[in-house]
């Protein structure tokens, strides 16, 4: 619950733990961390602040206390992690229950049967019937072996002259 009371708490005992703020605080850096850490919940808040203390927070000087901003971004990173792993249990959970049955090989025959019937009953468009002319083709195309394109007989031979014409 985030009673005014207990972020109040949590802020003090923040930043007295630190050595620049073991002068006290005022008004207006309290209010300033109220503002900043609004909307988000205590918990969160105060595990921000134990990471901050242990000084667990990555790229943190651990001689000064987190400025507002510093804080509620760690405590927003910890409270959005917290959601994704809720999110990630419940749909675990959810595909653990929702799991189909293995079919027997009736129903996967009885399947095959009814896919095959519908397109069989389904119309080939104009550039359907192109296209698959145009890979008939290309498969023809690719039996052919490179001796079915070359002649290798001699030219003369090619073009019909034998060779006691050309003497």
């Known amino acids: ?7 109040l708490i949590i802020i ?13 605080t005022g008004d207006e850096v309290v209010d300033a961390y109220m503002i ?4 988000i919940p205590a918990g969160h808040i105060a595990q921000a602040s134990a990471r901050f203390l242990q000084g667990q927070v ?18 927003r990173r910890l409270w959005y ?26 129903e996967i025959e ?6 095959a019937k519908a397109m069989s009953k389904l119309k080939r ?7 698959i002319e145009a890979e008939q083709r290309k498969a023809r195309m690719a039996e052919r072996t490179s001796a079915d394109y070359l002649d ?13 014409e050309q003497l």
């Open 1 to 7: 619950m985030n009673t005014e009371a207990n972020l």
């Open 12 to 24: 003090n005992r923040l930043l007295a733990s630190f050595p620049a703020g073991q002068s006290g």
């Open 36 to 39: 900043g850490l609004s909307g």
């Open 58 to 75: 990555e790229g943190h000087n651990p001689a000064f206390a987190p400025s507002p901003s510093q804080l509620a971004g760690e405590a």
């Open 81 to 106: 992690r917290r959601i994704d792993e809720d999110r990630r249990d419940a749909s675990g959970q959810q595909q653990i229950e929702s799991r189909p049955e293995p079919l027997d090989e009736n």
């Open 110 to 115: 009885r399947r095959k049967a009814f896919v």
């Open 125 to 131: 468009t104009p550039d359907a019937e192109r296209d």
């Open 152 to 164: 290798h007989r001699p030219i003369e031979d090619r073009l019909g002259l034998h060779r006691e």
